[in-house]
């Protein structure tokens, strides 16, 4: 069984694991997870003999509980007792999957899988420490690859290690986790979750889209979901601030000063002055407001040219030939991030060079909007965008998408479009609403910052107990992050920051003007317009003038 076949049926890999794990378990036994150390030890050493198809399991270590690094350069930190399984999966001829997959002595009877962001090439560690923690059996796959996140070379002449990347490998560890859990415990996983940020919510996305039945519940964060589109406008951004032989036009300088601007003009149109903009689409700022003054200081002001590309920044980026929306404008709030990267944004060179031209030696300042996008959408197999979730609806899935209003990578509408995208398929926002979820967060950045969510027991409490989360409890985060795209978790937030309700789209927080503007009770859900800003949905707005 070679290519895009799935692997045999989760039930009859899982037969084929308990044969080495019911030689010390009888069927009367007590389930795994209730029994004593002793038996958790025996059953880890027992599984690694077990035989999988088109896969082989590489080694299963017993780990204590204690402190515990995976390997360098994560430091040691305290981990439950587990039993610690690495696999290599090869569904094709060129398949080299590696897969851990971790089940803890103290299980809560359910599967948290995790995703990675970029181009992959790691298996996402920290995420999968903290599902163990909250006493999940769980797993992570490096997607097919070693390697730098930020580059595809890996599929230069692999056209299977690309499909592995784009779609397969997540789904064929999913596979093989379920039946090595069902196998080790003695009982099927009673629920099984996702999350992943970045590409790692792209990850997720396709899993709803594509093999509906794998998970009861998923968490999308930042998605990569549109990769043509994203590639696409992130390289003409890059190169918008980046001409050939000359300096960034914007530094992180100029980001600082633009986004202390947008800041101080439209932090109060939520009620509050809080130092973050709850809904940047309502913030009717011009990068022009800051152009120098004759005498002014370099660094309290912006040039001619420097307002030029931040305003094309916060437009949206469309085909030249047709209008056709290519990537939303960045909203006022997410400058902090600006003129960070030094060269042409690295994965979207890769995707162009690596993948799409397959050419080690393509020039990024060679590209062409109009054309290199035409060619890109016409041999897509990456993206997430289908709009129809009803196989996943009918598998009675929870899909909880959060998207950071100070992204700096990933514009934040592409989260708003694609929502009312299934709006539109499903006929109506109430019928989305009852399986999907949209949180936009102030002051977040890409995949973290702004505040911490439990978005995990967020999910687990919709799916097991019907709770469905109109608004989630967030916790100030000290300052802006754009770390953590492989889906770990996010810092910690101090125990007495201040609490704010992080309202289900269309919803925003306003403050009431009682109580304290710390606690998350003197906030209300304000029902907000819907859609992005104008010019940045999919229509071809008039007057919207192209890059």
Not at 220 to 231: E, I, K, P, R
């Amino acid at each position: 069984m070679k290519g895009g076949e799935k692997l045999g049926h989760p039930i009859q890999s899982a037969l084929l694991v308990q044969s080495a794990v019911l030689v010390l378990l009888s069927l009367g036994a007590a389930p795994l997870h209730a029994q004593a150390p002793a038996a958790h030890h025996a059953a880890c050493s027992a599984i690694a003999a077990a035989a999988l198809p088109d896969a082989k399991i590489l080694s299963a270590e017993s780990t204590d509980a204690g402190p515990f690094s995976p390997g360098q350069p994560l430091p040691p930190s305290p981990a439950p007792a587990f039993c610690r399984v690495k696999v290599v999966l090869t569904p094709s001829a060129d398949s080299d999957i590696q897969v851990e997959v971790w089940l803890p002595d103290a299980w809560n009877g359910k599967y948290l899988a995790i995703g990675i962001g970029g181009w992959g090439g790691f298996v996402p560690y920290p995420g999968m420490l903290d599902a163990l923690r909250r006493g999940y059996a769980t797993s992570g796959t490096d997607t097919g690859h070693r390697g730098n996140p930020g580059t595809a070379d890996f599929a230069l002449g692999h056209p299977e290690k690309l499909t592995d990347y784009a779609w397969r490998a997540v789904h064929e560890m999913t596979l093989q986790a379920k039946s090595l859990i069902s196998a080790y415990y003695g009982s099927a996983t009673r629920r099984s979750y996702f999350s992943g940020c970045s590409a790692g919510g792209k990850q997720g996305m396709m899993e709803a889209q594509r093999f509906p039945d794998d998970f009861d519940g998923l968490i999308v964060g930042s998605a990569a979901s549109d990769w043509v589109g994203l590639n696409t406008g992130s390289l003409y951004n890059s190169l918008l601030n980046l001409p050939k032989d000359r300096p960034p036009i914007l530094t992180p300088v100029q980001g600082a000063l633009l986004h202390k601007a947008v800041v101080a003009q439209c932090d109060r149109l939520d009620g509050l002055e809080d130092g973050e903009v709850a809904d940047p689409r309502v913030c009717k700022f011009n990068a022009t407001s800051l152009l120098c003054k004759p005498g002014q200081p370099a660094e309290q002001c912006l040039t001619g040219e420097q307002t030029a590309v931040a305003d094309k920044l916060y437009r949206a980026v469309r085909d030249p030939n047709t209008g056709h929306l290519i990537e939303p404008g960045f909203t006022p709030s997410s400058e902090s991030g600006w003129g960070a990267v030094p060269v042409p944004m690295p994965p979207a060179v890769g995707y162009f060079k690596d993948v799409l031209f397959d050419n080690p030696n393509w020039d990024p300042y060679k590209f062409n909007l109009g054309l290199d996008y035409e060619v890109a959408s016409r041999n897509d197999t990456i993206s997430a965008i289908n709009p129809d979730l009803s196989a996943f609806v009918a598998h009675g899935g929870k899909l909880l998408q959060y998207h950071g209003w100070s992204d700096p990578i990933i514009p934040t509408e592409t989260a708003i479009n694609y929502y009312e995208s299934v709006v539109t398929q499903q006929h109506g926002l109430d019928k989305v609403s009852a399986f999907y979820k949209l949180y936009l967060v102030p002051g977040m950045g890409h995949c973290s910052g702004g505040y911490q969510v439990d978005w995990v027991g967020a999910l687990d409490l919709w799916v097991e107990q019907g709770q469905s989360p109109e608004q989630v409890i967030g916790r100030r985060l000290p300052q802006v992050s754009t770390a953590a795209p492989g889906g770990g978790p996010q810092p910690e937030a101090e125990s007495n920051a201040p609490t704010r309700p992080i309202c289900a789209y269309p919803g925003v927080a306003h403050y009431t003007g009682r109580g304290s503007s710390d606690t998350a009770a003197s906030f209300s859900c304000r029902v907000s317009a819907r859609g992005p800003r104008p010019g940045d949905g999919p229509a071809v707005a008039i007057g919207v003038s192209k890059p």
